[in-house]
């Protein structure tokens, strides 16, 4: 079993709309989780990062722990065709950083 | 302030034959990691230095793999000899501060982008 599983899509959406990502792990010493971002020929960017359970919002974007169920989630409201990248999951407990796979996302003008 | 930079953005060589990739991160930044992305697959860290010190190499394929970091700056990452599995982009990243994963945000350079034929 993967440390972190995550599905790769792709997804499209409509300009607009409501977008989910979300991770399952493993691991339950895990405490810190991230989403990066990553563009097409460019290197991952870190758009947000939680520790332990709970919300948070930064703009568009609320990341979503629940270390209960082990399973992380980004949403991104009125999604832009800006948005449209690659979402990696990442998190760790107290050493090495684990990815998952990445989500192609691409929002449709 | 300058991102981290990764020399070239492209290579492409034969099967047996030797590769070098080049960092150089955002100046300050104490850590430094190489990261292996196999296409449709997350980062997979190959190595992490502290300054010019090895922290963790425990997924560094050592036969054939092995990086530096001299003065605690720049690093480079060597494959010799390539095989075909290794086609891969080769990401540099670097963090301020050597406290680890945990709370320390890691900034990542383009790339360079491995094809072993």
């Known amino acids: 079993q993967k440390e972190v599983e995550q599905d790769p899509g792709p997804l499209s959406v409509p300009e607009g709309a409501i977008v989910s990502l979300n991770c399952t792990y493993s691991n339950s010493a895990f405490q810190y989780f991230m989403w990066y971002r990553q563009y097409s020929r460019k290197g991952p960017e870190l758009l947000m990062y939680t520790y332990s359970s709970g919300n948070k919002e930064d703009g568009r974007f609320t990341a979503q722990v629940d270390k209960s169920s082990k399973y992380i989630s980004l949403f991104i409201r009125d999604s832009q065709p800006s948005d449209s990248a690659t979402y990696l999951c990442a998190m760790s407990g107290a050493n090495n950083l684990f990815f998952g796979t990445g989500t192609r996302l691409t929002v449709i003008p | 302030e300058a991102g981290v930079a990764q020399s070239p953005r492209y290579k492409i060589i034969e099967k047996r034959q030797s590769v070098a990739f080049w960092c150089n991160p955002i100046?300050?930044?104490?850590?430094l990691y190489w990261y292996q992305q196999i296409l449709g697959q997350g980062p997979k860290l190959l190595i992490q230095f502290q300054n010019n010190g090895v922290v963790d190499d425990s997924q560094l394929p050592k036969d054939r793999f092995s990086a530096e970091r001299l003065k605690g700056v720049d690093s480079t990452l060597k494959i010799q000899p390539a095989k075909l599995e290794d086609s891969a982009v080769y990401l540099c990243?670097?963090?301020?501060?050597?406290?680890?994963?945990?709370?320390?945000?890691?900034?990542f350079g383009p790339g360079t982008r491995l094809t072993v034929l």
């Open positions: 990243a670097s963090s301020f501060t050597p406290s680890g994963y945990n709370t320390d945000t890691q900034y």
């Open positions: 100046s300050g930044h104490a850590t």
